[in-house]
């Protein structure tokens, strides 16, 4: 009876309760090749008591910006894959389940894959595939790009590139973040990013050479690698205690909770902000001596009480980007992952975790950096590309950048002098 009476209840919610102003843009083909700017939504009091759904929000965002049509049917999908892995998740740690453990494989990175991985990529990538929105689908657990609809090689472990006439996006995603934790019930999540499409990327098999066919690809290809600064829109899914669906679409940060009473997601917090000042770090300090000088400065005095704030921070550190983000974006903090002398350049991958995460921490006023250059500006060369990651607070963040620079300094004035 409670179950009916809350679909009634949602049922009857105004549905202009969410507003989204116009953006001035209004055709695909004057979208420009970075966020859009459309102004947040306007809630009343009806939709702060009793909820919007992810579909009505994107419903309504769709229906003042029309440019922003397509992306409805692309949430939709991840909504839906997000609540399967959620349930695959949550029912690994049952004794019938058969999803903990490796099965056996290593992926592009040369990490042993977790069955998890495996079942979780399957999941977001046949979500997303027959929406008919995208140009290339790129992922965490996938090689390179060999498989193409009617075309299919068989490989597993390969990017796959899906094309249609309507495709207007190219989705990349690490679909488990944290999976080596699962097996101990710690929270794990998907990250999710989602940039244009060029639509001069056609392959035409039937009429082409397998050389030039490869040329295509490759060109294909391409279109994944793109600066954070390309991204019209990205997500991540947090399994925990609850499961949440943080968004941004380039103008703010919406977090939803899945209400399973329902089985829908649910806005909990229409406009994040993460504090500008905090107490909190969150990297993992067994690295410290394998830090560069200026990450390790900067942490020490954190740890000290003597960084610019005079405030002795504590640590939090969980393991999982999507967890420590989540948390960094409720409470303040700084969370990082730097470069150190056995890994240069971190082990965060550019394209599908540092460049969207990057792009919801600034869209909650917050910032993304590597020490010495924003996150969100960097081209990455290979899809698979690793970077350093320092993202939080701003003024925190500000403070690891500042350390980089007077490190730099001396160089600078010996170079110049040489």
């Given at each position: 009876m409670m179950r009916l009476l809350s679909l009634l209840l949602l049922v009857a919610i105004p549905t202009r309760c969410v507003a989204f102003l116009p953006s001035t843009s209004t055709t695909r083909s004057s979208r420009p090749s970075r966020p859009l700017s459309v102004k947040p939504p306007v809630l009343d009091d009806v939709c702060e008591t009793m909820g919007v759904t992810l579909t009505r929000f994107m419903n309504e965002v769709a229906m003042l910006n029309p440019e922003l049509k397509e992306l409805t049917t692309i949430f939709g999908?991840?909504?839906?894959?997000?609540?399967?892995?959620?349930?695959?998740?949550?029912r690994s740690q049952l004794p019938s389940s058969e999803t903990l453990g490796y099965q056996g494989a290593v992926n592009a990175q040369g990490e042993d894959q977790k069955k998890l991985d495996v079942i979780t990529n399957d999941l977001l990538k046949r979500a997303l595939r027959f929406t008919g929105r995208l140009g290339v689908l790129a992922s965490e657990e996938e090689d390179t790009p060999?498989?193409?609809?009617?075309?299919?090689?068989?490989?597993?472990?390969?990017?796959?590139?899906?094309?249609?006439?309507?495709?207007?996006?190219?989705?990349?995603?690490?679909?488990?973040?944290?999976?080596?934790?699962?097996?101990?019930?710690?929270?794990?999540?998907?990250?999710?990013?989602?940039?244009?499409?060029?639509?001069?990327?056609?392959?035409?098999?039937?009429?082409i050479g397998e050389d030039e066919a490869a040329e295509q690809e490759a060109r294909c290809l391409a279109n994944t690698l793109q600066p954070g600064t390309n991204l019209v829109a990205a997500a991540y899914c947090l399994y925990s205690s609850s499961t949440f669906l943080t968004l941004t679409l380039g103008n703010g940060v919406y977090m939803f909770t899945l209400d399973e009473t329902i089985?829908?997601?649910?806005?909990?917090?229409?406009?994040?902000?993460?504090p500008e000042s905090s107490s909190i770090y969150s990297f993992?300090?067994?690295?410290?001596?394998?830090?560069?000088?200026?990450?390790?400065e900067v942490v020490e005095r954190w740890r000290e009480g003597t960084g610019r704030s005079g405030v002795r921070f504590s640590s939090r550190y969980i393991g999982s980007?999507?967890?420590?983000?989540?948390?960094?974006?409720?409470y303040g903090?700084?969370?990082?992952?730097?470069?150190?002398?056995?890994?240069?350049?971190?082990?965060?991958?550019?394209?599908?975790?540092?460049?969207?995460?990057?792009?919801?921490?600034?869209?909650?006023?917050?910032l993304a950096t590597t020490g010495t250059q924003r996150v969100m500006e960097i081209t990455p060369e290979v899809v698979h590309q690793r970077v350093p990651v320092i993202?939080?607070?701003?003024?925190?963040?500000?403070?690891?950048?500042e350390c980089y620079k007077t490190a730099a300094a001396p160089f600078s004035r010996a170079a110049a002098a040489a």
């Amino acid at each position: 009876m409670m179950r009916l009476l809350s679909l009634l209840l949602l049922v009857a919610i105004p549905t202009r309760c969410v507003a989204f102003l116009p953006s001035t843009s209004t055709t695909r083909s004057s979208r420009p090749s970075r966020p859009l700017s459309v102004k947040p939504p306007v809630l009343d009091d009806v939709c702060e008591t009793m909820g919007v759904t992810l579909t009505r929000f994107m419903n309504e965002v769709a229906m003042l910006n029309p440019e922003l049509k397509e992306l409805t049917t692309i949430f939709g999908a991840i909504d839906t894959a997000c609540k399967a892995i959620s349930n695959e998740v949550k029912r690994s740690q049952l004794p019938s389940s058969e999803t903990l453990g490796y099965q056996g494989a290593v992926n592009a990175q040369g990490e042993d894959q977790k069955k998890l991985d495996v079942i979780t990529n399957d999941l977001l990538k046949r979500a997303l595939r027959f929406t008919g929105r995208l140009g290339v689908l790129a992922s965490e657990e996938e090689d390179t790009p060999v498989d193409v609809i009617g075309r299919s090689t068989g490989k597993s472990g390969s990017l796959e590139i899906v094309l249609d006439e309507t495709t207007d996006y190219v989705v990349c995603f690490d679909p488990l973040d944290g999976s080596s934790n699962v097996d101990a019930g710690i929270p794990t999540g998907t990250i999710i990013g989602i940039f244009e499409h060029d639509e001069t990327c056609e392959i035409d098999f039937d009429n082409i050479g397998e050389d030039e066919a490869a040329e295509q690809e490759a060109r294909c290809l391409a279109n994944t690698l793109q600066p954070g600064t390309n991204l019209v829109a990205a997500a991540y899914c947090l399994y925990s205690s609850s499961t949440f669906l943080t968004l941004t679409l380039g103008n703010g940060v919406y977090m939803f909770t899945l209400d399973e009473t329902i089985g829908e997601f649910i806005l909990a917090k229409p406009n994040v902000r993460i504090p500008e000042s905090s107490s909190i770090y969150s990297f993992n300090e067994a690295n410290l001596d394998y830090w560069d000088e200026p990450m390790r400065e900067v942490v020490e005095r954190w740890r000290e009480g003597t960084g610019r704030s005079g405030v002795r921070f504590s640590s939090r550190y969980i393991g999982s980007m999507v967890g420590d983000v989540h948390r960094t974006l409720m409470y303040g903090g700084v969370f990082g992952y730097p470069g150190d002398t056995k890994n240069p350049n971190g082990k965060l991958r550019l394209l599908y975790e540092g460049a969207p995460m990057a792009f919801i921490m600034e869209q909650a006023g917050g910032l993304a950096t590597t020490g010495t250059q924003r996150v969100m500006e960097i081209t990455p060369e290979v899809v698979h590309q690793r970077v350093p990651v320092i993202m939080g607070s701003k003024n925190d963040v500000i403070e690891v950048i500042e350390c980089y620079k007077t490190a730099a300094a001396p160089f600078s004035r010996a170079a110049a002098a040489a």
